[in-house]
């Protein structure tokens, strides 16, 4: 999307539950704070207020998710999602992945900040392997004739399928994975990242995740040979390294080769998503960028927190981290910078993880000047 000078652009928002509106009322009052103070009165955003969850619920008659949510997003393409409680018996985890669905966000990336201060990106597909579900009991009748056919049909002996059991099919697309690559490309171009690496598990699924690692250095190099000198970077690697190397690497060595991008197949994605957070002290303060063909929604990871509503503990990181990356969306990337800058420093300065909200938004004043 490119944005010209002294143009108003509108962003839908959900507020969300529990700490959802009073984080959501400081991250966008933060958004349009850098706004000014990066371009004056030539950016604008007209915020558009739209319902999901209880609210939505409550308005709606019981509907916790309403068509004309979905409605403005496609329209504007974009939206910034607070934390959204999940009803019982919906359907889905959670109304967030709900929207993922339906609005078609095949894949997401998750950002995280190093000890140093270098962007850290897990990108990943939402749309294949382990967690699309397709899973069996092999004592049902669709286990029993799935196991039946792996045994008389495809001759498979190696594992005693035991009668009380289960099997999951682990589903990669060459499509999928070109798809990531392109993505992991055109966020390496937009961020000015000289790194992307594959991690797989190769060593233990040989077939499914070296599949993975054959389809992407296919379609980086693919990529390469298509575009001209000035439309892909040079610098992206064809690295590709185990999951459990890579962890080791991190665990043994705290030192980084600058802004990386990791892409992997969903289920070690979440593997390396969980080790950052860890690792790098960052639970509930990392956002989520969630896209598809056109359409973008950007939230934060951790859910709506009831117990904090009203409290001083509660920490607005991860929504100001989803403003930094509508920010990129929007081609607003002295913003983007900008806002980048004044969180690490707030951190840094911070340093303690029990800070109050109230020390928290004085701080990021000052650092955002």
Not at 183 to 206: D, G, Y
Not at 299 to 305: F, Q, R, S, V
């Amino acid at each position: 999307m490119t944005i010209q000078p002294n143009q108003e652009f509108c962003v839908p928002y959900v507020e969300g539950d529990g700490v959802g509106p009073e984080l959501m009322s400081y991250a966008r009052t933060v958004a349009e704070h850098v706004l000014k103070k990066c371009y004056g009165e030539q950016r604008r955003i007209i915020w558009k207020a739209v319902l999901c969850g209880e609210k939505a619920a409550a308005q709606y008659q019981g509907d916790w998710f309403p068509e004309e949510t979905l409605n403005v997003i496609e329209q504007y393409k974009c939206a910034l999602i607070g934390p959204i409680t999940a009803p019982i018996g919906y359907g889905f985890k959670s109304l967030n992945v709900a929207l993922r669905h339906e609005l078609g966000l095949r894949a997401s990336y998750t950002r995280y900040v190093s000890h140093n201060g270098n962007s850290l990106y897990v990108l990943r597909d939402n749309s294949e392997d382990l967690p699309i579900k397709l899973e069996w009991q092999t004592d049902s009748f669709d286990g029993n004739l799935l196991a039946t056919f792996l045994k008389e049909e495809l001759g498979v002996n190696k594992v005693p399928l035991a009668e009380k059991s289960v099997m999951a099919l682990k589903y990669i697309s060459e499509s999928g994975v070109d798809m990531l690559i392109f993505s992991a490309i055109e966020l390496a171009k937009s961020r000015n990242i000289k790194r992307i690496t594959i991690v797989h598990h190769a060593n233990s699924l040989p077939i499914s995740e070296g599949s993975v690692v054959r389809w992407a250095l296919s379609s980086i190099k693919r990529y390469s040979q298509n575009s001209d000198e000035n439309s892909l970077p040079k610098y992206v690697d064809d690295i590709a390294i185990d999951v459990c190397s890579l962890l080791q690497f991190f665990t043994q060595n705290r030192t980084e080769q600058g802004d990386t991008i990791y892409i992997s197949a969903n289920y070690l994605a979440t593997i390396l998503n969980e080790y950052f957070t860890g690792s790098l002290g960052q639970i509930n303060k990392v956002s989520q960028t969630n896209f598809g063909n056109d359409i973008c929604i950007f939230e934060p990871k951790h859910g709506p927190l009831h117990s904090l509503v009203g409290s001083d503990e509660i920490t607005p990181v991860a929504l100001i981290n989803a403003v930094v990356s509508l920010f990129y969306h929007l081609d607003c990337f002295d913003a983007a910078n900008c806002l980048t800058k004044g969180l690490f420093e707030a951190e840094k300065s911070l340093k303690d993880n029990n800070i109050s909200f109230k020390q928290f938004q004085e701080t990021l004043a000052l650092t955002l000047g």
